[in-house]
């Protein structure tokens, strides 16, 4: 059974800072996996899908890395801004059982100006 | 383009009542599906669909029926609600090889 995790699960940092929030899943036989942002009360914004024969995607400041044989992907955030601030989550599609997308639980980050 | 429409963005329901959440989208996505999130669970698939005429259960798929009738809608049925059937849902859609596309969400409060 596939399972996601992702670390930390809260994060707090300063406007300006680098950062890395992380996602594990313990089937490497994956189809995709996804990065969402949600923000309070609101669905979720696709923010990067990477496909499982690719190493990484990026979209302006954000750049999400895969490494099937680790069961891990990263989202790395330049420059951090506070309309950063919302809950990120990913989701991995599974290669056996293409139509089941299993999502983690999320990272809350917030952003001090 | 209108992607993902959820209607209506909330409901209260007395336990035992029955409603439908309507879910369109407008992208001929061939792959459609409901989530419920809710406080420590994340986000668990209740039924999703591969195109119209073919269902099938996600994780928590008791006290819901869905149905896919055309390619653009994909209503999810409470049979009747109970109070632990109090949530946010979300309908999603996407093709197989994309990103998936969430709707807005229903808040339903279960009495």
């Known amino acids: 059974k596939q399972e996601v995790t992702q670390i930390p699960a809260a994060l707090s940092v300063p406007e300006g800072e680098n950062l890395v929030l992380n996602c594990s899943f313990t089937d490497s036989a994956i189809y995709n996996l996804q990065w969402f942002r949600q923000d309070p009360g609101k669905g979720l914004t696709s923010l990067l899908l990477i496909q499982s024969s690719q190493r990484e995607q990026t979209s302006g400041r954000l750049n999400a890395s895969l490494d099937k044989s680790s069961g891990r992907s990263t989202l790395y955030i330049a420059a951090s801004q506070p309309g950063d601030s919302a809950t990120y989550l990913c989701?991995?599609?599974?290669?056996?059982?293409?139509?089941?997308?299993?999502f983690g639980p999320g990272t809350s980050l917030s952003v001090i100006p | 383009n209108a992607g993902v429409t959820q209607t209506p963005k909330f409901q209260v329901l007395k336990t035992g009542q029955s409603m439908t959440l309507q879910c369109a989208q407008d992208m001929n996505h061939e792959y459609m599906s409901w989530y419920r999130q809710d406080p420590g669970m994340g986000l668990r698939l209740i039924h999703y669909s591969v195109g119209a005429g073919i269902t099938d259960q996600g994780e928590v798929p008791n006290g819901y029926n869905v149905s896919r009738s055309t390619t653009e809608d994909f209503p999810l049925r409470l049979l009747s609600a109970a109070p632990s059937q109090t949530s946010v849902y979300f309908c999603?859609?996407?093709?197989?090889?994309?990103?998936?596309?969430f709707g807005d969400g229903t808040r339903l409060s279960i009495l």
């Open positions: 989701a991995v599609r599974r290669a056996t059982s293409y139509d089941k997308v299993i």
């Open positions: 999603a859609s996407g093709y197989k090889s994309g990103p998936q596309h």
